[in-house]
């Protein structure tokens, strides 16, 4: 496609392009549309943002008179433009480009794998990849197998099969772990054993207490017994566990009304919907808010539920690299420069959907600077806080509140009750952008009622959400847990509880993450992120790490290939406020002991030689 500029893609390539990030730089692409076509659009806002752009318009191709600008700042070109002649961007002012704010709250690290562990890694792999071959050939296993019928393509993915049994199969036993406990400090596991290399698993009949590194309890709120409890059990006894109906028919109780004001007012802004599930929150309201015809730029290590929502809505995806400012502005300009791809019309609208703590990298999103784009380019901003909200910033607003942003300046605010609420569910919370919606049913009956009466957001989201609309209310109980806990964080029940969770989740992040420094294992991500992804590298590490923190009551999550990078097999603590001091030295101990004799000690960075401090009150605010 970059080679050969003016030939359309068709079939598959169009998939392809839509998927990959655009290649080559805009000086070039402009300059190959100056020679090949007259349809070239550039938005009038764009003479706002920068010399370049001026220069564009300088060009003629477009003026404010003669064009027709669209909501997201996009012109047509008018056709008296005639040919453009387009200028590249300079080396000065590509360098200029800067994005000026460097607090510690950027501060982040993603060390580069050492040479020699990547080599290995690979090699490892490939290993591991032909002794499954090997085995599948000269061992057939004793499992069910798909039936050949004949005229009919295998109805499983073969490669799939072939991963699961003989490369996963060999550290299945470190995931699908069945707890018997609440996910609190710490977890009871259910022992299992395998007397078949994996194939099946057995009950011992014995538990295995461990102090939980493994699950989204942030501050704690995953607790059997407390105010959240007995409140929860107070409203199962009033209302029972389901409504039985959807939102839209019989399924609207006082609770879920109540539930959206707390959280409107939690968040800052003016309103907001709940679903009984998270994932289905991104999956089944994004389809509502950008169809085909619109653009989104979607950072690459986007959670699966954002990924399948996009997919379903239908619009064009540009994937943009992670948290990276400067690509995404790229993609901004090039979409706005040359509009739809077989069409060259304007996009309907631009959307750009990031997430506030990235749960596999432990990063926080470049907000201030991606507000700044935002407006700039006049893109709408998704923002999914499933990570951060309760577990970020001052107040535990999440990432607004972080970074001390007027949360009405996000567009669409998104985030789920599932780790720092210690419940389930997800909302999605804004204030009115009416505009957001205008081009979506455009001249249709359902456009003219919107205009009337719905100017909202949310009730927009009301009337058009499949998951308000077709899928089961949260249920009673689940929503107490949400509200108490959620008051709690808020001050709201007359006591500072919320506050020391808080506190205690920013200084126990704090104080793990330095650790781990220290002992010389590289670990990725903000060091405000209680998320911890610590770098193993090689898939048989991940299964020896789990496996041995085990034994000494640790409970962690593994994450390899496919989940990531197949360089970056990880092991990923989650830290909550629940955890102790005492707890935590005791894990890091055994880490350091571990990091040893597995050979973890990756990292090349300086190694603070002083002892690290467990954080006080005002050093954590
Ligand atoms: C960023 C993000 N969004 C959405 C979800 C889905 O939320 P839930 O697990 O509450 O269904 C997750 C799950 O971990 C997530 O990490």
Known sequence: MVGDWRRRPVGRERQVESQVPWSGTIGTRIEAMATTSRRTCVGTTLTEISETEQRIQANGITSRLGCRVNNNGYAKAHPANGHPRFIRESKDEKENRTYPIKLSKYNESFEKVPFITAALTHFGFYILMFLGFINQLLFTPNVAKERKRKGYAPLYENFEQFYLRYVYRRVRDCWNRPICSVPGATVVLKDRTTNDYGWTFEFTGTETKCINLGSYNYLGFAESTGPCAEESIRTLKKFGCSSCSSRLELGSMPIHNE?????????????????????????????????????????????ASVILGLRLSGAIIRVFKHNNVKHLEDCLKKAILLGQQNTGEPWKKIIIVVEGIYSMEGSIVHLPEILKLKKKYKAYLYLDEAHSTGAIGKRGRGICDYYDVDPREVDILMGTFTKSFGSAGGYIAGTKVANILRNKHKNTAVHLFNSAFLQTLINYLRVHSHAHSYAMSMSPPIAQQIITSMKIIAGEDGTDAGKKRTKQLARNTRYFRRKLNQIGVITY????????????????????????????????????????????????????????????DYVLKNIEDISGTLGLKYSNKPRDPNPIEYYSDSETE
């Open 259 to 303: 539930l959206e004001q707390l959280t409107a007012r939690f968040l800052g802004v003016e309103d907001a919907i709940v679903f009984g599930m998270g994932f289905a929150t991104n999956t089944l309201n994004l389809p509502s808010l950008v169809s085909a015809g619109s653009l989104v730029l979607s950072d690459e290590k986007n959670h």
């Open 525 to 584: 991500g903000n060091e405000n992120s209680p998320v911890v992804p610590m770098l193993v590298y090689l898939f048989s590490k991940i299964g020896s790490v789990v496996r041995t923190l085990t034994t000494r009551n640790i409970a962690t999550v593994g994450v390899g290939f496919p989940a990531t990078p197949l360089m970056e097999g990880r092991i990923r603590f989650c830290l909550s406020a629940a955890h102790t001091k005492e707890q935590l």
